[in-house]
């Protein structure tokens, strides 16, 4: 079974930008679109964005297109969100899993980002 960890939150201000590293375990990860999720207090864990297996497509939820870039390395085994402009609202624990797939592996620890000055 495929492992992931998230890397790479903390305390940003406002409008400031920040950088999520996924790593993942298995010689699958290039078979699966994968995706960043959050999860606020109180909230469910929604989809934020996506990216296919071989990285030639994306999908942005609403509320973080045009400011948030998913990416992916499959030599690295690695999926990456770039945040940009930052807002209170994006303050969540940040995962990494399968998007697009009736298959999605072990859920990692994830990363809280906080956006606050």
């Known amino acids: 079974q495929v492992q992931v960890v998230e890397s790479g939150g903390g305390l940003v201000q406002p409008g400031g930008s920040a950088r999520l590293s996924c790593t993942a375990s298995?010689?699958?990860?290039?078979?699966?679109?994968m995706g960043w999720y959050r999860q606020a207090p109180g909230s469910q864990r929604v989809l934020v964005a996506s990216i296919t297996g071989n990285g030639d497509s994306t999908n942005y939820a609403a509320s973080v297109k045009g400011r948030f870039t998913i990416s992916r390395d499959n030599t690295k085994k690695m999926v990456y969100l770039q945040m940009n402009r930052l807002k209170a609202e994006d303050t969540a624990v940040y995962y990494c899993?399968?998007?697009?797939?009736?298959?999605?592996?072990?859920w990692g620890q994830g990363t809280q980002v906080t956006v606050s000055s």
């Open positions: 899993n399968t998007a697009g797939s009736n298959s999605e592996f072990n």
């Open positions: 298995g010689s699958v990860f290039s078979l699966y679109g």
